[in-house]
């Protein structure tokens, strides 16, 4: 596994993790590696902080940690936004744009928007992630 910081036209950084530069290569090319703050898919690796480990060095880790599958991640995550985010639904464009006025409490929310909406949100300088979730079997 290979970690990239990663930065867009418009400036903005995250991290991406691939299973090898090729595969890095490979999504960029095909443009399937967006922003998450503003989905330009015209991105490139950006300069970071480097971390050498040799082959009998160890990353430290926690022991509850080391059985942690990929779907019990993706659980934490979605029990985290629902204990912390109010559901303003269809409304979200609606609610951010209050938030950002002042005109509403200042609080974290989550919702639906459509592209049209987060075009507008991106305009007005609101910050706002995209997250989609999967529905997960219980």
């Given at each position: 596994m290979i970690?990239?910081?990663i930065k867009c036209e418009n400036g903005?950084?995250?991290e991406g993790w691939f299973k090898d530069r090729q595969a890095w290569?490979?999504?960029n090319a095909g443009r399937l590696?967006?922003?998450p703050v503003c989905n330009s898919s015209s991105v490139e690796i950006s300069p970071s902080s480097l971390?050498?480990?040799g082959k009998d060095s160890k990353p430290p880790r926690n022991k509850e940690d080391q059985n942690v599958s990929p779907g019990q991640v993706?659980?934490?995550l979605r029990r985290f936004i629902e204990n912390n985010f109010e559901d303003v639904g269809n409304k979200f464009a609606e609610v951010a744009l209050k938030i950002h006025a002042g005109d509403e409490e200042k609080r974290n929310i989550k919702?639906?928007?459509t592209p049209q909406e987060e075009a507008v949100l991106k305009?007005?300088?609101v910050s706002f992630i995209k997250i989609p979730l999967p529905k997960m079997d219980s």
């Open positions: 970690i990239y910081d903005h950084t995250f290569i490979e999504q590696v967006c922003c971390t050498i480990m993706l659980q934490s919702g639906t928007t305009e007005e300088g």
